[in-house]
């Protein structure tokens, strides 16, 4: 049943309805003189439907007509715990540190938290051009036109971007994040195993933030209303594995070091896996920057031999030990014995194997990579 009826207010790019018959997510049309603006239903309150327009508001006025759309409407949910299916497969990023030390099952999900300019968009299109999958789907959210269409300019045959800027009102970056999990669970559903790269966790919450203040919702936790957090718990519950495919979310996430973020927070709660960029590793040209003691994959176990497993477990235990003895041996306080002689002895074979050039590393070499480091620690 097709609801009709006209718009009674415009207000912060939302716009105020009466559509009897209407529900929350209902795709909308609404008619102007000039073209046709699609929506979504966010809200209904007091009999008034709150539609939030795909596109900008401009030349809609009381009184035009507005209408559901029934075939528009496209609900991509999670599926259900009987179609789903153990994560007991790798996936091959290419990445040295990922892939030794941080292994990525097929069907995580897994988060890359880093401060701007610690290399997180290198560090995805690496992860995206190089990874073993059937499919790529890249959501690039809220991103500025220029990164837009460097997305564009390295897309390959295997590869679909989904775009929405940030100059796009909050609706039309949500329904694009919507468009770019409903097509990895099309392509998980004929068998595929794909890649979905998200980018940006946060700019996706600011979003759902501006649909929420503006449908009347209150603010709860850091500013954000409550729905925020149920709806990113939501849309990253789509990823995973099944019988048919599976689909391997990599979301990148603001971290800027600040505790209270609840949006980083939240996703370390919702995600499989972080992988935490330094800033410092960053600054010293250290490519992929990543900290490797301050992350972890929650996948790994299940999805490498026990060798690389305790070679894993060596080289991270020696990173660690580096890291945490650094100042009192650089004064000469430290003590040596046999297992920090070996600790500094492997240094620079660890910092090898962690540093890497934009050329991907294939399966045997990094493990190979990883067992020479790790005989040096034995």
């Known amino acids: 049943m097709i609801a009709r009826g006209r718009v009674r207010a415009v207000r912060g790019g939302v716009v105020h309805a009466r559509l009897p018959l209407a529900a929350v997510g209902d795709a909308v049309t609404i008619a102007t003189l000039a073209r046709r603006i699609a929506g979504r239903v966010e809200a209904i309150v007091e009999g008034i439907s709150i539609v939030a327009p795909f596109d900008t508001v401009d030349g809609i006025a009381i009184g035009s007509p507005i209408c559901t759309d029934p075939g528009a409407r496209d609900v991509c949910v999670a599926p259900d715990v009987a179609q789903r299916a153990p994560i007991d497969r790798p996936l091959w990023t290419g990445v040295r540190a990922i892939d030794g030390l941080l292994s990525i099952g097929r069907g995580a999900r897994v988060g890359i938290f880093g401060a701007p300019g610690t290399g997180k968009s290198s560090l995805v299109r690496a992860i995206v051009a190089n990874a073993r999958v059937d499919a790529v789907v890249v959501a690039a959210i809220g991103e500025r036109g220029r990164e837009a269409q460097e997305w564009h300019s390295i897309g390959d045959a295997r590869t679909t971007i989904v775009c929405a800027t940030g100059d796009r009102p909050a609706a039309r970056r949500v329904r694009a994040t919507q468009e770019a999990f409903g097509l990895a669970d099309r392509l998980r559903r004929r068998g595929l195993h794909v890649l979905l790269l998200f980018d940006s966790l946060a700019r996706y919450a600011g979003a759902l933030r501006e649909l929420g203040v503006a449908s009347g919702e209150g603010l709860g936790r850091g500013g954000f209303p409550p729905s925020v957090f149920a709806r990113l718990a939501q849309t990253l519950e789509i990823a995973g594995a099944t019988h048919a495919g599976s689909i391997t979310a990599i979301v990148t996430v603001l971290d800027d070091g600040d505790a209270r973020d609840p949006v980083s927070d939240a996703a370390r709660s919702l995600l499989d896996g972080?992988?935490?960029?330094?800033?410092?590793?960053?600054?010293?040209?250290?490519?992929?920057?990543?900290?490797?003691?301050?992350s972890a994959s929650r996948t790994m176990d299940a999805v490498v031999t026990l060798e690389q497993c305790e070679a894993a477990a060596l080289v991270r235990g020696a990173l660690a030990w580096l890291e945490r003895t650094h100042e009192a041996r650089s004064l000469g306080l430290l003590v040596p014995d046999a297992a920090s002689e070996r600790f500094v002895a492997a240094r620079e074979c660890i910092e090898n194997f962690l540093r890497q050039g934009r050329h991907a590393s294939s399966p045997a070499a990094t493990l190979a990579g990883l067992n020479q480091t790790a005989d040096i620690l034995r």
């Open 274 to 294: 972080h992988i935490v960029l330094s800033p410092t590793l960053a600054q010293a040209g250290h490519f992929p920057a990543i900290d490797v003691p301050a």
